[in-house]
Each structure stands twice: as structure tokens, then as C-alpha cells.
């Protein structure tokens, strides 16, 4: 899992697509979830790193991330699976 | 080292120059808390889902509208519309606070008779009134309002039958210039039929015509129509004090006030754009004082209004069950809040909050129930913040009508609960049970054994 390595992040939770022209507003918590996938970290990683910082339980965050990948794949935020092993 | 609140990770896509189908508001101001008592509280100990009212609130409003009626007119009367919440605690408010009965069916009669309230202060609308109910309205000297001709003649005989003289007024309808116009009920203005009626009931001399009633349609925007409304009631009774020396005692200008509800396709809020009880207050005081009634012949105003005064009070609380995306990517949210305790959700946008802080972060979301039916919605589109399974949310402005027509649909009808003006809570209806189901069946012998 990999997002698109021409997508801006602000600090301040804008995220950019040059490609689309698509701008979208991203909670801190999602911020430093892509800040951790653009750091090639993984899905267990970054679970690990979240639970260690956050009151949360597993299955929440389990659900959740799972239900803002989709998201960011929906929006095409992320490289295909080919792409990325390439 | 404490850890950091968790709010859930969300992406929404930004468009600018589009109008936004959710809505320009943000409801993401908790309300945490009603008339003193904790939502998590009131949850904890009456359950989820469960209704809230404020008799403060209910209190406050029954003299808000008194006041904007009796500051511009100098006989003013409410009848309390019990079909719009007709639970006895709440009935005992607005009887409390000077309130006469409005019904419209026997059940409603014989419960404001069972509640104690005199038999002269029923006023008795509908248009179906049985002999059994109409012989009891005569008896008790109630207020009988006729709606069409064969229940004019039912009491004319009945009149005759127990040697009494019924006080009635007929209900006209009319064209006031809003649409659509509301003709199915009383004798219309227009075309005489109104006038007929009358007729026949000063010929025939057995009945007392106290009052003429309106009822120009419900949740009227346009104060105006209730001007020409009076106007037109004002100009009948004088025709009938000229041709028959004969004073009409009261106008009843009926309901229908707005509350502050917000109605499906509205862009702003109702809140912000319904009219007050001042305007409406100033349209018909304006029409009726700008008649031709003598000075000290003003017919007593009486006022019917329901939703407008029950509303506000009254509020929904109840959890989420899940957050789900649709296939398109929408955020759904299920509460454990169906349209079958919900039933203004069909004609209302309601607004729904947390009851507990979020960031500023929300979704735009769509919001069912939990029935199985898929047009169990609550609300096609709305913004809200990041609500989590098992989180509250408190529903606005469910006072009116839905502890009425509320349906016992594949659950049982929750607590309902009273917070008095000491910010004590009292169940003032108790969930229903499976036993109160069952205690109204009955199964025929052959089919109480199978075997599967």
C-alpha cells in the first residue's frame, strides 16, 4: 500500500492530486496515516504505531483504516498494486 | 503518558463552486445535555431510543404564544390540539397552563373527559363523531363542531331525541391564497355552502350556532392566510348577527402555526426563516380588530394550536449501531432511530447532534434507521461529525405528532420522559413489553401447537 508519489500533503490537512486537480481535507489523525504510507510503512506498522499513540482498541482501528484506504483508493489516491512492486 | 483522543481518519474531497446537497450547516455542537440531565445519563438509565420532554420548554412556549395573541387581542382562548401529543402529562400542562381540549375522535373526548376537564371545555372537531359520541358531547354541553351536512342532521335529532339545545359552530373552509387549499373539511366559504349550513341551522332553531371554525392547512408559512382567514370568519359572522340577530360568541381559527421544524426542501433552516407566533398573532388580531364588530362585541379568538407549542420540547435520543459506506462511497450511519417512532422524518429534515464533542471534522452522511425497510431513512443527507458505534445523538423538534402516530413496528414503542421544571426526570410512558403485545391476541386453539 502505497499513496501516489505526486500527492501534497499540507501540514494544516489539505491534500492535493496534480494529476485530478482534486483537493480534499484530511483529520490529523488521516494525516499522519498517509504521512506513514508515504514512508512505505505497513498496514501492521503503522496499526502498531497508532494504538501505541491513541486510546483506541484494535478492531476499531482495524475497521476504520481499512474503511480510509478504501476511501483513498476510491479517490485514486493510491499507486495500483503492480505499480508499486514495480 | 496518556494517549491521544481518538477520532477515526477521514478524506473528503473538496468542491468548490457547487451547491452542496448536505446543507450549509454543520451540526457538529454537542448537546450534551437536557434541562440539567446528562443524555448519557438519561440513556444509561430509560434506555436507547427514548423520547425527552421539557415541560420547561413547554411552559415557555404555551406563554410566548399567549402572550403574542393577548397583547394584540382582548379575548384570547387555547385549546390544546390533543392529537398532536396527547400523553396524559403533557395534556396536564397545557390544561395547567389555561388550556381547553381540542379532539377530534371519541378516544380523544373520552380521554379528556377521563383527564377531568369540564365537558364545556372540549371543543369537538372531525369529521367522524358516532351518536354515542355526539349524545355524550350534548350531554356535557361540549363544543360541537360540524363538518358536513349528515352529521348537522344526526344532531338536530339528537337534539330533539334528549330535549337539549347542542352548542355547535360549523367548520368553513376557504380559499385563502395559499395552495393547495384545504377543502375536505367543514362547508366551504366561497360558494355558499357555509352560508347554507348556517341557514339551516338558524331555521330549524334547535341548535345553538355559538362559533364558526377554520382550519386553513398545516405548517402555514404565510401568517397572511390566517388574515384573510379571519377576515372572511369575521365578515360571516356579521352576516349572520345582521340577517338573524344572532351574536356569534367565538371565532376558532384552528392550527396549523409552523414550528421551527425544518420541511424537506427547504434550503435554510426552519429555525431561522418560520414565522413567530408574533406574526401570526399580528395577522389575525390586525383582521379581526379591522372588522366591523362593534367595540365591546369582539368574539373570543380561540386558538388551536398544536405542533407549534409541542415541537421545541421534545427531543429524540438515541445511539449509533454502525457506520457503513455505500457503494458509491457515501458514509451511512444506522441509529437505533427508525421512521416507525420517528414518523416526522418523512416531511422533516431534523436536526440531529452528537451528544458528546467531536473535532470540527464531519462527513456527509446519510442516516437510516434500524427497520428492516428500505425506507427507514432519517436523513438523506447530512453533515455530521465522526460519530463511532455506540455513540449518542440527540434529534431535535420531535414534540408534535410522533408520540401519536408512532407505529409498534417489528420493536417495542421506548420510554417516554418528562423532565420537570425542577430538572427531575419522570417516565410519563413506559416501554412497551412483549406481554402488553401478546395481551391483545388471541390464538384459536388448533393453532397453538406445531411442530417444526
Redesign the interface.
Known sequence: MKLKKNVAISEAGL?FNPVTG?????????I??LNLLREEKSGSQIHDIILE????DKT??EK??N??I???S??N?LESDEKAKA | M?????????????ETGMPNKFGTRTEYEPMTHIDGNAVKDLIKEYGSPLFVISEKTIRSTIRKAKKAFETRYPRVQFAWSYKTNYLNAICGIFHQEGSWAEVVSGFEYDKAISLGVDGKKIIFNGPEKSEADLTKAIKNDSLIHIDHLDELYTITELAEKLKRRPRVAIRVNMDTGVYPMWDRFGFNYENGQAMDAINKIMHQGKLDLVGLHCHIGTFMLAPSAYGVAASKLAELALTVEKKFKHEIKYIDMGGGFASKNTLKGSYLPGSDTNPTFDDFAEAISTALINSNFQQDKLPLLILETGRALIDEAGYLLGSVIS?K?SST?RRNTILDIGVNILFTSFWYDHKITPAQPF?H?TEDTCVYGPLCMNIDVIRESTSLP?L??DDQVVIHNVGAYNMTQWMQFIALRPHVVLIDEKEKPHIIRLMETLDNMNSMEKVPVHLKKFEL
Open positions: 491534500l482534486e483537493s480534499f481535507s484530511v483529520n490529523p489523525i488521516g499522519e496515516i499513540k491513541y486510546s483506541t476499531t482501528l476504520d483504516y474503511d480510509f478504501g476511501i483513498l476510491h479517490n489516491l | 496518556s494517549k491521544i483522543r481518538y477520532e477515526r481518519p477521514v478524506i473528503k474531497k473538496l457506520n459506506r462511497g473535532t471534522y465522526l463511532n458505534k
